[in-house]
């Protein structure tokens, strides 16, 4: 059986929800092999992230180069990159190994509210990786940084999700978790909008969503799937680990990337929210000019 390969540079998460302990399991969770640049290790828990160490740029280009080098890669995404030269030292190996399926997580802040994103490397994301980007995957916050303006309501996620795909982005994704209602998410391929949405699950337990749904787009496009079908499997995946996230720490805790594995097995694992599953969304991309 053929593997598909899926490479996440990201930043460590030494709490285990986020980062690149996330994306390791969502990839495997979802049939790939998953392989890493490491771009910093951070101190975190569910409370928040006490500590950012910086991996020296060319570690993390010899890292790149001995991945993608020797195995090869078949999509790529992108987390936690805190300063400019780590941006463009990452911009410039994407280029190298012509890495044409990538997801742009545009992470700036730690779900407690810690800024994982210099605000001068803010231009250098905006101008050397999001034109590389097959899929760039901002939630509200992010979004209101890359386009400029605030978000309240769908509409003015269409607007924002316009104005990023000017960016140079070929899709965007914007995720509406921040606001309130249904979660809803808006892909914007540059032509149309498709809308996606899921019930809300009410937990606090969210730690490590957007790097678990950008890992899930990734792997689905290394399988060979459609954009749109790429980003509806993950949110649905993404909501299933909300639904069954697990309650550690004092703070937010993780998802579980594996729930679908325990169910099949007829087990929850211990101490794992139970919550029967709820069929309300609209299927595989409500489409809209």
Known sequence: MEVKRVL?????????????????????ALGGFGMTVITALTAQNTLGVQGVYEIPVDFIEK???????DIGVDAAKTGMLSSSAIILSVAKKIRQYKIRKLVVDPVMVAKGGSPLLREEARGALMKELIPLATVVTPNIPEAEVLS?????????????????????ARNVVVKGGHLKGAALDLLFDGESFHEFALERIETKHTHGTGCTFASA????LARGDKVPEAVKRAKEYVTHAIRFGFPLGGGHGPTNHFAALFCSLGHNPAGAADKAPKKNHRGPGHVTK
């Open 8 to 28: 996440t540079i990201a930043g460590s998460d030494s709490g285990g929800g986020a980062g690149i302990q996330a994306d390791l399991k969502t990839i495997t």
């Open 63 to 69: 890292q790149f180069d001995s991945v993608a080098s």
């Open 217 to 220: 787009v990734a792997t689905g």
């Open 148 to 168: 400029g303006m605030r978000i309240l309501t769908k509409d003015s996620m269409k607007k924002a999700a316009v104005k990023i795909h000017k960016l140079g």
